[in-house]
């Protein structure tokens, strides 16, 4: 569900919980002391029923969000997603930049989807072996680091390619956005920070000040 849909039934819910509280307060009264013609009186019942209809869709769309966002949540090794996601990209950008990742031995489980995973490193990499290639040089390399920030694991991917110019920057996780049509599409970025969102966790991006693009992978540490 999209979040602006999350966001406007968040904002319903209170509204529709209000008029059915105001309608059994008003109904109360009646009992008491009846004034209203019956007429009247089936009106507010519909309304009331209306709004507890209201309330309870509302309430399934949320618990069928959260399903989702946790679906096939697991304990993940970063080491197995990472290993995939460079053998994938070999074989897909067919050719050789130099990858060294810096995996600390005691780095933490982390939890997430291992396939959506995958997914984003094999686009991080991908995007670097693109970045490279637009400058010709022989020298290319990526380097994949992972460190432990408190509950959190982050991994740093770092290339020394194009880089980062403010306006590419800016647009980066735009859905669509791309400097490479029409080898590509634009959806790597945008549906990698979906990914990591979903697994509470995040994607950022920020311009080496010796050159070449960083992009920061951030996940929860497994308990
Ligand atoms: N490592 C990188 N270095 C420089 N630019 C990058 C890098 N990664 C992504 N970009 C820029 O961000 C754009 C969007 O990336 P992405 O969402 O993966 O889409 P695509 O790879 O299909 O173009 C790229 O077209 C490129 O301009
Ligand atoms: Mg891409």
Do not use: C
């Amino acid at each position: 569900m999209a979040a602006a849909k999350i966001h406007r039934t968040l904002l319903e819910a209170p509204l529709a919980g209000w008029i059915v509280i105001r309608i059994l307060e008003f109904l109360e009264q009646e009992v008491a002391n009846p004034t209203a013609p019956l007429e009247e009186l089936n009106l507010v019942v519909l309304e009331a029923q209306v709004a507890i209809r209201r309330i309870k869709g509302i309430v399934g769309d949320l618990t069928a969000f959260s399903r989702e966002s946790k679906a096939g949540e697991a304990v993940v090794d970063l080491r197995t997603v990472v290993d995939e996601a460079e053998r994938l990209a070999a074989q897909r950008t067919g050719h050789q930049i130099g990858i060294q990742s810096l995996l600390p031995q005691d780095l933490p489980k982390v939890m997430g989807n291992q396939r959506h995973l995958a997914q984003v490193f094999l686009n991080l990499l991908i995007n670097a072996a693109d970045a490279i290639d637009e400058t010709s040089r022989t020298d290319g390399q990526i380097w994949i680091r992972a460190a432990k920030k408190g509950e959190a694991v982050t991994i740093d991917v770092d290339d020394n390619g194009a880089g980062l110019p403010a306006p590419v920057l800016k647009q980066l996780f735009v859905p669509f956005f791309t400097t490479r049509a029409p080898k590509r599409t634009g959806l790597g970025l945008a549906t990698s920070r979906e990914y990591l969102r979903r697994a509470g966790g995040d994607l950022t991006a920020t311009p080496r000040p010796e050159g070449g693009a960083r992009f920061t992978v951030a996940l929860r540490a497994a308990p």
